[in-house]
Nanobody
Framework: QVQLVESGGGMVQAGGFLRLSCAAS????????MAWFRQAPGKEREFVAI?????????YADSVKGRFTISRDNNAKNTVYLQMNSLKPEDTAVYYC??????????????????WGQGTQVTVSS
């Protein structure tokens, strides 16, 4: 079992920034591919970003590419981060971190992940 706890959400004006954190516990953190998803009201949960086990590779949804950066600390902190810059009102959603075992390619469907955090709200005002 892996337990995931997100933090760092909040309310910000358009053009601002936030940094989300997701702390993992329970198993060896570096054994898991980590990803961020988001879900806006009335919409399906959608992929945002993914980072491989060692942090050597990342992949982003087109809607956030160039504005968001995913990173991870596999040492003492066992945490994955999402740095969100140049935020837009359409980025408003509940953001979730997710974990799964290693994969040969980037997994972008929520059903492909085994563990989820409780979510953190991000609200961007215009």
């Amino acid at each position: 079992q892996v337990q995931l706890v997100e933090s760092g959400g909040g309310m910000v004006q358009a053009g601002g920034f936030l940094r989300l954190s997701c702390a993992a516990s329970g198993r060896t953190f570096s054994d898991y591919t980590m990803a961020w998803f988001r879900q806006a009201p009335g919409k399906e949960r959608e992929f945002v970003a993914i980072i491989t086990l060692s942090g050597g590779s990342t992949y982003y949804a087109d809607s956030v590419k160039g504005r968001f950066t995913i990173s991870r600390d596999n040492n003492a902190k066992n945490t994955v981060y999402l740095q969100m810059n140049s935020l837009k009102p359409e980025d408003t959603a509940v953001y979730y971190c997710a974990a799964r075992g290693p994969s040969g390619y980037y997994r972008t469907m929520p059903s492909e992940y085994d563990y989820w955090g409780q979510g953190t709200q991000v609200t961007v005002s215009s």
